[in-house]
Structures are given as structure tokens and as C-alpha cells.
Nanobody, 125 residues
């Protein structure tokens, strides 16, 4: 089965940081645009960040700009999300997915695929 396996979540105090990892299983990432999403209890799923294939250009939701950094390592078939300066409102299950080929220009409207089980991030005061 082709999907992502997320890891790296946990309980952290406000202001802290974590690095989330998302390893692809059963397929290769090289030509996909890759994205992180999150879903908090009772809220809709939110797009957090996207990284293009090729030039590795990135996009971020306004709520996380300057605090989160997305990266990818095609050799390891893995995408990462470094989350820092965490706030309680960042508490959510974080997921990664492929969002089409190539660039992130329309990533929020692309069909997202290869979802994993998610990793929980909980930020305490």
C-alpha cells in the first residue's frame, strides 16, 4: 500500500519546537509536490505548508509563516516539517500528503493523496 508514515509528534510547551517526519512507503517522492496539513479537534483540516519538486520552493499558511519550515530529502524518500515557537493553537494531528506533480502553485486545490495516519502535536501553556 502506498502511503506516508508520519512521526515526531509529541507534547511540548508553548515556545518549544519539534521536527515532524513523513516517510513514503511504496512509492517515491521525487516528482511530487508535498504538503503538510493539520486538523484540530472540531475544526476543518487546514493546509500548513507545501514544497515543490525540482527547485524546492515553498508555501506556508499565514498562521505558521516564520515559525514552520518544510523540507524534503528525496534520497531518504522523506519530507519534514520543523515547527518552532509553538502556540497552543498549533495543537492538532499533522498529516502529510502528495498534492500533484511539480510545483505548489495551486496546492490547496489539488487532490491530496497518500495520506498517513498522522502524528499528534500537543502544545501546553
Amino acid at each position: 500500500q502506498s502511503q506516508f508514515v508520519e512521526s515526531g509528534g509529541g507534547l511540548v510547551q508553548a515556545g518549544g519546537s519539534l521536527t515532524l517526519s513523513c516517510a513514503a512507503s511504496g512509492f517515491t517522492l521525487d516528482y511530487y509536490a508535498l504538503a503538510w496539513f493539520r486538523q484540530a479537534p472540531g475544526k476543518d483540516r487546514e493546509g500548513v505548508s507545501c514544497i515543490s519538486s525540482g527547485d524546492g520552493s515553498t508555501k506556508y499558511a499565514d498562521s505558521v509563516k516564520g515559525r514552520f519550515t518544510i523540507s524534503r530529502d528525496n534520497a531518504k524518500n522523506t519530507v519534514y516539517l520543523h515547527v518552532s515557537s509553538l502556540k497552543p493553537e498549533d495543537t492538532a494531528v499533522y498529516y502529510c500528503a502528495t498534492v500533484g506533480w511539480g510545483r505548489c502553485d495551486y496546492w490547496l486545490s489539488q487532490h491530496a493523496d497518500h495520506w498517513g495516519q498522522g502524528t499528534q502535536v500537543t502544545v501546553s501553556l
